[in-house]
Structures are given as structure tokens and as C-alpha cells.
């Protein structure tokens, strides 16, 4: 059986509260030479201090070897088995733009690409139009008219990308995507994969038809590609689950949009890391679960930039005694997955996590909060999804199961 | 696939014997200051030297951050999905009282309270009544006539506490507490939760409405309160799933009653700790599987006594050559669940535990058992249900899976 379905039978409300801290791929791997990771040569006072008197561990996000997008990430961040649930591009698109969508949405992300006079594909990205043409494009686009009893969203994303949006009664998501990826194809006709979807396929074949008309005298943006149809799955909240009453302090959209899929509740966003402390106060009473996302450690290990990434890490460090002052019970410090600035990407390495609670977690003698502090931690190395039953269970959280 | 679902399949008899020896409640958390708990400030040469030679690491009892109870944690101890079987308080309170519970009988746990003019719970407990005068009560119940084709059973437990026991063909067990668990409340009318119960539940009410007035006269103890109508899970015995031929050697019957559920032989209980090496001579030939269980560690943490707790572990080390004496191929141990002193309760954390077979477990390096020691073993940290597996490979009762 598995646990975290016990941990649901046993979640009870308390008045306790949980930080839930997530640097955005925080992990990183030992550099060559000296072996320091980001972490490891920040300067974390703070972090530290919370490693000595808490326990640390590692977490794989969604198992060994498995190199997570944002979505499985903040799953299985969030305590769901990031197996069980799918959030197609589509959805994840339209979630990173903060559109509001509904259950029965059917979202696509699309490409504006460039075609040639045949109408094979010779540019994919449409030379990764600036942001203000694809803007320029998408009111053009929201020119066509929307079949009966159907509303169409055109959204810009940034760049080439953008999000359609169809809302209507009996719209099935199973789309095929247009986009064959690569470079002297057609672009592919839209198919139903099953039967709920034949009228979803044959809207999106006229939209695009129209599309390619409106767009036909652009230089570079002339067609559309679209890809990964898919609508809302159905996610248990963490109030359903747990009991939870938990908050979103994120400042991107992505992370807002995944936070907004398991019902937590969503404050203005604040817009910059010193913001944060305001932003948590101004919803202390109401909430017991405080997700608060720093986003810049992924985007400097996208970049490959490890000294930008340990800054970021000091300046959250900084930031912390300001975080904590309204008094936490419990403190838990990870991230969704890992960005090693050395492969400029996501990657599979399990996460850094502490979890802090005084008096009621192994304190395990781990000295600094680092990847390689973390490897003697008393957590162990475990499945991303089960530190949320630690951090519930210190919060006094879980009852006792059976007699 | 579940890996023990291949541990069953390769199971196979040999003459080697395993001691699974379990101190109660053994895994305890740092005390603030020296950074000691019971197991490593306890003297332990014994422990020690097994540790030594042998294999160490920590395992979770149910799952990360769940407390287990009892049943859930010998569950576990004895390599079940503690998940997978559920033990109801009334089977729990009647294993725990030596009750001989047949398949099918339905079993409830009950309290003696006081109830007010109107009927209504003033005192859950009456008064924590004496146990002699609980005796005297249960007699007064047992004049209540059985109906036709049921045996009725009323035992003590001790203070307030008894167990009521149907016998009979067609009793379900899906009948709902009358114990509303609150002061002010009136205790609740037994309800059948499926149509198999329906009897169950008229009997119930028939002989709590018949209890009622023969409590009447009663100062304190005029009414009961009933909960967790259960009746014996079906489990698969270690013989059936594991080609054990296991025995238990324990004092308590709650212990003596869970080996039971699990199908180990039962001698007679041993009276004190300095018994057990007699005990487990005197069955020496007919198995191959020895379960010791030690409650007063447990005991010592309940009542939040970290130098009792310390006692009896140094107690249990100077009993060890006397213990091993016999021979052992392979020596565990362990505990059912942590019961931190700081807590006074059990807790999630998990349990230390030591493999010792020679020449048949990586030697890890670990100089002391420990919780801290344990850290570091060649173990790592597990669900406490693969212990068994690892235990049962080093006795070579595991033949090799596939070609």
C-alpha cells in the first residue's frame, strides 16, 4: 500500500504552521577542482543553522534517474505521486501565462513557425519572433470568429510561443498535434483520438486553416504548429488530501498556475524576493502551509552561471531570519528538482532538503545545508513526496494509525 | 511489483536460526545538550560488538512521517504490508487479553462510564475504575442471557476496560461505535454499516440496553460505551508465506497475541527478562525463527523516563550471552516503532536496528548500535518489512530469483 495513502487517512488539522521553501533547482553537482557545488560555496548562515538543529536528507522528485519538468516537479514537491497525474504543455502553457482555466478547457500551446511556398516547415521558432510581434499577431488571431457555443483564447506566451485556449460543452482534449517537429515536414492535420474529440479536431483544423490565411503576407510568422492538447486533470487538493489550508507566495506565474492545480489559495504576487516576508505575514492567520518559490537559482543554472546561482542562494539566506519571523513550527528548505549549472538544464540528481522542528525531528548532526551535507542526513534519501509526511508528522499533523 | 512478493516466492527451509529479538519502542531522538539517547547512553558491549560484526540501518515501521500503532508495527516487524492489514481495536484489546479470538468472531473494545439523569456521558472513564471492581461488574454482565446460536463473552482488561466477544454463525463485524468519544454527549445506538451486520448490531443493542439496567445502581460505572466491532483479519502465516517454522518467546499478551495473528507456535509466557534464555532453549528444536519481545523499553519511554529507558536496555546487553548461548546463524535487532522519552508516546521516526550473521552481511564499519551508529549502516533506511528479507537472505532461506 502506498504510504502517503495512510498519511490521507491520518491527516488531522493543527494550528501549527509549515515554510515550505522551495529554491528552484537548487542541486547542483561537485565542480571539478574543488568540488564545490553553488550551495556548498554559499555563504548560509542561516541554512545552516537550520541543517544543525533540524535533519536533512535527499529526495528524488519523481524517481531515480528521472529528469522532471516543472509540472512532476512541483508534484511530487506537493506530496502526489507525479506518476498518477499528467499535465500536458497545453495546460502547463496556459497555467505559466496565469490563465484562468476551467475544468473541460481544452489548451494547446502553439509556435508561430515559418513556412515556405510548398508549405513545408523551414523554421520552427519563426526566428524566435520578438515578444511584441507575436502580441502584434495574436490580435490578428483573435479576429476569427469562434464556432457556436464555443469561446477561443489566443494567448501570447513570449517569443514564437503562444497558448489556444477552447471553451465549450463536450470539447475532448485527445488531439494529435500539428507540430511534427522537424524542419521540411507540412505542418500535420489536427486528428481526434477518440470520439469526445472529433468536434475539438475539426475546430482546430478551420483555426488553423483560417490562421494560415490571415498570416499568409508575414515574412516570418506565417503558420502555426500546435502540440500537446490537454485539459485540467482532476488533482485532489492538499485540503482534500491532508487537511491543509495552504497558501501560494510565488512571484512567476508557472509556479502560481501548478500551486492554483492543488488548490492552494493565491494572494497577489509579490515582485521580488524582498517582498516575501510582507507577503507572508499579510496571510499568516488564514493558512497553515506557506509555499514560497524563489525561482532565480533555476534560471542561473540554466545559464551556467554557478557564481550568479550562489549568490541567489546567500541572498535567500539573507532573507531568511525576516522569512521565519512570524514563527513557523516547522521549516523544510528544497527544491523541484535539480539545474546543475554545469548542464544548463534540469536534471534527474536527487534534491538538498532540511527539515527543521525542534524537538520534534532527529536532530542527525548534519553541520551546512549542501548536497553533500544532506548525503549523511538522517531523512535518508527518499522519494520526493514523502518529505511532505515528514514536515506533516513534525507538525504534529498525522495521528497514530491502528490500534 | 512488491519486492516481498518475490522474497515469499524464493523462500525456502533451512536449518539455519534466526533471533529476532525486539525491544519495544527502542528508537528514541537526541537529547538537547549531550545529543544522547537511551541507546547510546546505555553501556551496550554486547550490542556493540554485533554491530561491529554486523550489518546496521534504520527502518520505518509503516512509512515515512506515520506513528504506528501496535498492530500496524509488528506488522511490519514480522515483513507485512502494515497497509494491507488492518487490526481492529476490538481484535487488539481481545489479542491483548490472550482472548483464544476464532475466525468470525466479532469483538469490540469497552469502557465503563458514567452517565448523568438524561442519560448523557459525564465521565468516559467512571472514574478510571479499579480493576477488581471492573472484575466484580463483568460478572454482574455475564448474567446477561446470550440469544439463540451466540456465545456471548464480556472479559476485563484492566481499570475501565473490557472486551465483548459474539460467537456465532453469520455475525458481521461493520457495526458503528456507541462510543461518541465526547463528555456531554449520549452514547450512540450501535448501527449495522452492511446488511451482514444488522444482527450484530440488534444484538449489540440489545445487550447494551439489557447492561444498562443492571448498571443502573452503579455510582459511577452505570452505562458502557463500545468501539472498533472488528473480527480477525485474514493473514497469511509465516509458515504459508515464508516456509518459517517461527515461535514466540514474549511476556505481554498483547505481543504473545500479535505472533499469534501472524500464526507463530506459543509456549508458555516467560515471567521476567532473565527467563527468556530458558524459554528459548526449551523450544530450541522445533524452529527455526525465535521473536523476543522486550516491553519495558517501550514502557520507559511512555513515561518519559530516559534513565529507566537506559536500565533495561543495559539490562537486555548483560542478558545477551545468555540469549545467543543457543547458537544463533543470525541475530536482528530492533524495535516495533520509536517511543521517544521527549515524546511519552510512540512517534515515526524510525527504529535502529542490527543484522549480525557472519561472513553473510557487509560488514559496515558501525562501532556502536545506536540510532546515530545506525545512520551510517550498510542498511541504509527501509521499510521495516524488507528487514525481514534482508535477515532471511542471510540465513540462506532465500534461493536465487530467475535463470
Redesign the interface.
Known amino acids: 500500500?502506498?504510504?502517503?495513502?495512510?498519511?490521507e487517512r491520518?491527516a488531522q488539522r493543527t494550528d501549527s504552521r509549515i515554510l515550505w521553501l522551495v529554491l528552484d533547482g537548487l542541486g547542483d553537482l561537485p565542480r571539478p577542482g574543488d568540488g564545490l557545488t553553488p550551495l556548498s560555496a554559499a555563504a548560509t548562515p542561516n541554512l545552516d543553522r537550520l541543517a544543525q538543529e533540524g535533519c536533512c536528507g535527499r529526495f528524488d522528485p519523481v524517481g531515480p534517474g528521472i529528469t522532471p519538468g516543472s509540472g512532476p516537479g512541483h508534484l511530487g514537491l506537493f506530496g502526489y505521486d507525479p506518476g498518477k497525474y499528467e499535465i500536458g504543455r497545453g495546460v502547463l502553457s496556459a497555467v505559466g501565462i496565469d490563465f484562468p482555466l476551467r475544468p473541460g478547457d481544452v489548451a494547446a500551446r502553439f509556435n508561430f513557425c515559418t513556412v515556405d511556398g510548398e508549405g513545408r516547415i523551414s523554421d520552427r521558432r519563426a526566428g524566435r519572433l520578438p515578444t511584441p510581434e507575436n502580441q502584434r499577431l495574436v490580435a490578428v488571431l483573435r479576429t476569427i470568429p469562434a464556432p457556436p457555443g464555443v469561446e477561443v483564447f489566443v494567448e501570447t506566451e513570449s517569443e514564437h510561443r503562444g497558448v489556444l485556449v477552447l471553451r465549450g460543452e463536450g470539447l475532448g482534449h485527445r488531439v494529435s498535434d500539428t507540430d511534427p517537429q522537424r524542419v521540411g515536414a507540412q505542418p500535420l492535420a489536427p486528428t481526434a483520438l477518440d470520439r469526445e474529440s472529433e468536434r475539438t479536431a475539426a475546430i482546430v483544423a478551420e483555426f488553423v486553416a483560417q490562421a494560415g490565411r490571415l498570416l499568409a503576407a508575414e515574412a516570418r510568422a506565417n503558420m502555426l504548429l500546435l502540440r500537446g492538447f490537454d485539459t485540467l486533470p482532476v488533482i485532489p487538493s492538499l485540503a482534500q488530501r491532508l487537511r491543509l489550508r495552504p497558501v501560494c507566495v510565488a512571484t512567476y506565474p508557472m509556479y502560481r498556475g501548478l500551486a492554483r492545480l492543488v488548490g492552494m489559495a493565491m494572494p497577489p504576487a509579490p515582485q521580488h524576493l524582498g517582498d516575501l516576508p510582507v507577503a507572508i505575514k499579510t496571510v499568516w492567520a488564514e493558512h497553515d502551509f506557506f509555499f514560497v518559490h524563489v525561482k532565480y537559482t533555476d534560471k542561473a543554472g540554466e545559464d551556467g552561471d554557478f557564481e550568479r546561482k550562489r549568490q541567489v542562494i546567500e541572498e535567500v539566506d539573507a532573507l531568511l531570519p525576516a522569512l521565519l519571523a512570524p514563527g513557523f513550527e516547522v521549516v523544510v528548505v528544497t527544491a523541484d528538482h535539480s539545474t546543475p549549472w554545469s548542464f544548463k538544464a534540469h536534471s534527474w540528481h536527487p534534491v538538498p532538503a532540511l527539515l527543521w522542528a525542534p524537538?520534534r525531528?532527529?536532530?542527525?548532526?548534519v553541520q551546512a545545508f549542501s548536497e553533500m551535507g544532506c548525503l549523511?542526513g538522517?531523512l535518508?534519501?527518499?522519494p520526493l513526496r514523502?518529505l511532505l509526511?515528514?514536515?506533516?508528522?513534525?507538525a504534529g499533523k498525522?495521528?497514530?494509525?491502528?490500534?
Request: glycine share 16%; aromatic share 10%.
Open positions: 500500500m502506498d504510504p502517503m495513502a495512510i498519511v491520518q524537538g525531528v532527529f536532530v542527525d548532526g549523511a538522517g535518508g534519501r527518499q514523502f509526511a515528514e514536515a506533516l508528522a513534525a498525522l495521528a497514530k494509525f491502528g490500534a
